[in-house]
């Protein structure tokens, strides 16, 4: 199994910059795919980016696109997600993920993950 703790989170301006981690523990690191979603009240979790188990494949939801970053540090057992020119669209409950490297193809799919943070609160001000 795979525990997975963010950090990073809290309030910023619109236009402003935060860079969210993700600790994982548990087994290998490197064996998974790993990605970030959000959420917000009522709403249905949806897809932010993805970064493959190498870091040599990438995906992003078209609305972070240009802005958000995702990375990973399979060493330090760590993924991060830079967030860049942040809206006030972007408040949200941001979760990391991990799923076993099955299917690549499907990364932006929710139910693919297996493995599930806490959640950490971003809030864009405007």
């Known amino acids: 199994q795979v525990q997975l703790v963010e950090s990073g989170g809290g309030l910023v301006q619109a236009g402003g910059s935060l860079r969210l981690s993700c600790a994982a523990s548990g087994r290998s690191f490197s064996n998974y795919f790993m990605g970030w979603f959000r959420q917000t009240p009522g709403k249905e979790r949806e897809f932010v980016a993805a970064?493959?188990?190498?870091?040599?494949?990438?995906n992003y939801a078209d609305s972070v696109k240009g802005r958000f970053t995702i990375s990973r540090d399979n060493a330090g057992n760590t993924v991060y997600l830079q967030m860049n020119n942040l809206k006030s669209e972007d408040t949200a409950v941001y979760y990391c993920a991990a799923n076993d490297r099955g299917r690549w193809t499907y990364n932006y799919w929710s139910s693919e993950y297996k493995y599930w943070g806490q959640g950490t609160q971003v809030t864009v001000s405007s």
């Open positions: 970064i493959s188990w190498s870091g040599g494949s990438t």
